[in-house]
């Protein structure tokens, strides 16, 4: 026997056409969907990948969502950042199990959730945001997917500083990063690494002239390209429409500054 | 103060034109390069992010490896996997702190090496191989990086079985994997993801046919480009050349097999 | 002065939001379009470029359609091609001023359009299809542009065998092009260059796999992606769609047959 | 029997790994390659398509060479445009027998002999340089296509003004196009078709911001990538590296200024 569905955990269902719906069960709720009403009770101590029915007689696939399901389902009232630039700052970040890492701003908290989820139980995510009605929708979907505690959502101005010492790895997703280089330097350790996504080509020509300007080296910038086919086996052949952007992803390291060019001895 | 570099850490040595060194610090050993000789001595209890000279007077920055710095290091004998896909599929199967994932074959020990970084000291990777110096040179790569002992390394061919059970994340890196789907099927949780990487189409669609046959739903085809950009504020523009392809990834999650249409009653 | 729209020329107008209408200037006519009504008459004697009002005073940009205007405009009931395929593959097959060109199938005329176009009063378009009503609805379009005198149109499958001999240049927009490959060679010159396009990886292969053993050398198969940018000076940027797929095109010479291996002479 | 080669044409010889000669045959030349000798004598008044042997027995394909074979082998001086991106623009400028077509600057001519090729016996192309030397190259490259005729080489600054009237299509090969819009838009017809080529986004949105001031409308800007595929059968797939970059391609209407808002009668 596999391992079965709970109360109160996040559910998946797959119907039609691959339609998702994603829930938290509970015995008393109803999923209602275009092709029939599902009874939480009936999706409650079931083996994940089972096969289920509405009460209208149509098949459902039940499954227990990935990171990536969830994050494709995450409330929003901004922009969201898309799974194909997630993963590779993760790893671009070096943002694993039990890193500290710091990002402005929380927007919806997709990132937030990501990050969370990367750091795991021993790790930290701070997360910057100025708006109160950002952090608070973040704070519901970090809670509901139970990475809230592993997150310290701060309400401030990253342009008044950040308190944090000795991050290693820091995000901003801000339309304007490079008004922050001075704090962000501060607070990062040194050697350690700055991302940032913008999707204009004009930011990332202002990023990149200040980030020059405040001891930040290897720079690098670049863009994901994701691309789904149809996944037919005889016919087999990209979709056609794709996504042709989302933004342009920027990364370098905190180095320490130069050494001021010695002057002149006073009696040469 | 901010971090300082000891003896056995792993470090990064950045020169001239982004030429990078990777090194493990043991203070009676030096690093040779084109622009001079660096003693590490010289580079332990340093900060990083440091700037440092060679004898010869050439400046290099100090810097404590990524996982992305190591992985594009990692010693191979086979064609390794890109961050690219790494960061994509890592996000797709849901590994993280704490996840069991099992992968299939261990080459030169890449992705292994991505794999038990991301889940943490509390996961577990378990790797087959048939080959006995792929899974040596992949013990090596591991142990430097301290990631050895959260690896199960199998010397066997999967097709004679795979023994663990409920994993929720298989991986397989082989050219048939259409070969291996009822023992993978067995091995994974109901509704684990599975992934795969294939360089060219007709596996693809090889693939694609099985999966269909072995009780494999939600099947999903893509590819990730990624295009770097020359980093100069007043002169933005993608680089000259880059990469044209890697592979396809293919993934897909283990469902129930459906019911069997009932058959008639004997007797009505 | 510039030049000035005359009765009976095809005329582009180009409203808000860069709404296009493509028409052929009739002086009893009218266009009606969401943001008013354009009386031909109004629209004839103008010069090209200019801007012109509907009866609400809404503006419209008066234009003389280009080529690319014209065959994105172009009546279809099949696929069409794209201008991003057909401006290379215009290149590819060396079809200008004077050449000979044979396409099949005709479908809707866009890419004889296009053909017909570029050859020029000298040159010639031979354009065979087995569907009477496809070939009714490019004459119609080809007509229209005022290009039907330049393109023989052949309603008959080329299963059957071609006629003319010594093409240089030899298009096939079909799904299974490898069935041809005998009839093709023979209306060929020796050296002429064949192309296709092909929507699924699977066909690929099979004209790949025919193309070796029919004396075409020099294969090539590519794909061209086009990818628009929001033209704004202070936020540049890709659009957030493109076109993710039209087919891929294959490109090969025929040559001639390798001289078969000399049997032994009979008495030595 | 096929077409022959003549003396005096251009032939392709193709060799090993598909390496590529172009070479004008006169009896009395040999051709030097690294599989052997070839004497134009033996490949004048053979069969195009024909396979032909170097002293050293080594096989070679005689061919007819394309527009596109001439232009990859043009010799150059300058960066040269790319085919896929001159097949798009030859479409989006509507460059066509009988065009007349204007460029700056000449550079070595690789774009010239295109619109020269295109343009046919009835056409025009008036080439705008101001380095004399490469007006040379360029003169020598379309004298030997016997191109030459149909070209007005313009030893001249553009910035001084262009002369003719009328002009449907204008390209721009320049690093700074936008210094020149109020010269370009007199010499153009209205409603006739811009394009320009930049490498960098910030030389793109310098011309954006040009455009918008000097009564050029519908402007586009795009990119195109080429991805060639290893053209296998049995293991289609794409090529590993592939061309990353060349240049952004904006194109343009020019149109009648708005009319001047009336100012306010003299006298109420």
Known sequence: MGIMSQAGDLAMLVGKGRKQFLTQLRPENKLQTHWGVLRHSD???REW????????????????PTLLDI???????????YPKDIGYLLLRLSVGPGTTVLEAGTGSGALTSALAWSVGPNGRVISYDRRADMQELAARNLDRLGLLERVSLRLQDIELGLEPREIPAVFLDLPEPE???TQVHQTMQ???VLGSI????????????????????????????????KSVAERLRPEDRM??????????????????????????
């Open 49 to 64: 990948g089972s096969r289920v029915k509405s009460h209208s007689g149509i098949e459902f696939l039940l499954l227990q």
């Open 190 to 192: 040194s050697g350690g």
């Open 179 to 181: 008004r922050y280089l």
């Open 43 to 45: 999706l409650i101590e």
């Open 198 to 229: 913008l999707p204009t080509t004009n930011q990332v020509s202002r990023l990149l002239a200040a980030l020059d300007q405040h001891s930040f080296g290897l720079v690098e910038v670049c863009e994901i390209l994701l691309r789904f086919y």
């Open 71 to 81: 994050l494709l389902h995450t409330k929003r009232r901004s922009q969201i950042m």
């Open 243 to 268: 996504l042709g952007h989302t933004g342009y992803l920027v990364f370098a390291r905190a180095i320490q500054a130069p050494e001021p060019v010695a002057s002149a001895p006073p009696d040469g």
